[in-house]
T-cell receptor, first 108, second 113 residues
């Protein structure tokens, strides 16, 4: 089967940088995605890593190390609107398996 | 706005009843996914349809069923409802070969009383 572990909560200061980690177990690896979900809202796609290394999209970056079964989402120049839940998910051409999510609270 | 629409937005019903949730995918997307999100279980994949055919099945109860119609909209039918079925139900769509990038609808919040 597949499983993902991520911290349940993270708190960071506005303007700072925060890293949300995700470790996974899977028999076959097909890529790691990240989604953002605000309270009461729908998950929205942020980024995807199929290969090792860093993918940058504006203030958000995602990193993958397949040898360590590990990835992270890096959020820079934190804004209050970044307060949300962040999910890592496994899969590419198969239905995604989501982690339980990390709730990020950005404080002034 | 993701381009995925879901109706109704809220649904309140009693135990034992049956409800139907409706989803229209983004224009051009052939795959539709249904997810259940509850506080303790997170996002749970229920079922996927691709161009009218069932493609994959997840943790979907036998009391639940779904279908995708020729115009690609999809319906999720929930029957013999129990209190534990209260949750947010999301529909998502994706292009054929990119299930990692899914576009989620606004969800239907189901409350079973």
């Amino acid at each position: 089967g597949q499983s993902l572990e991520q911290p349940s909560e993270v708190t960071a200061v506005e303007g700072a940088i925060v890293q949300i980690n995700c470790t996974y177990q899977t028999s076959g690896f097909y890529g790691l995605s990240w989604y953002q979900q605000h309270d009461g809202g729908a998950p929205t796609f942020l980024s995807y890593n199929a290969l090792d290394g860093l993918e940058e999209t504006g203030r958000f970056s995602s990193f993958l190390s397949r040898s360590d079964s590990y990835g992270y989402l890096l959020l820079q120049e934190l804004q209050m609107k970044d307060s949300a839940s962040y999910f890592c998910a496994l899969g590419r051409n198969t239905p995604l398996v989501f982690g339980k999510g990390t709730r990020l609270s950005v404080i002034a | 706005d993701s381009g995925v629409t879901q109706t109704p937005k809220h649904l309140i019903t009693a135990t034992g009843q049956r409800v139907t949730l409706r989803c229209s995918p983004r224009s051009g997307d052939l795959s539709v996914y249904w997810y259940q999100q509850s506080l303790d279980q997170g996002l749970q994949f229920l079922i996927q349809y691709y161009n009218g055919e069932e493609r994959a099945k997840g943790n979907i109860l036998e009391r639940f069923s779904a279908q995708q119609f020729p115009d690609l909209h999809s319906e999720l039918n929930l029957s013999s409802l129990e209190l534990g079925d209260s949750a947010l139900y999301f529909c998502a769509s994706s292009a054929r070969d990119s299930t990692y990038e899914q576009y989620f609808g606004p969800g239907t919040r189901l409350t079973v009383t």
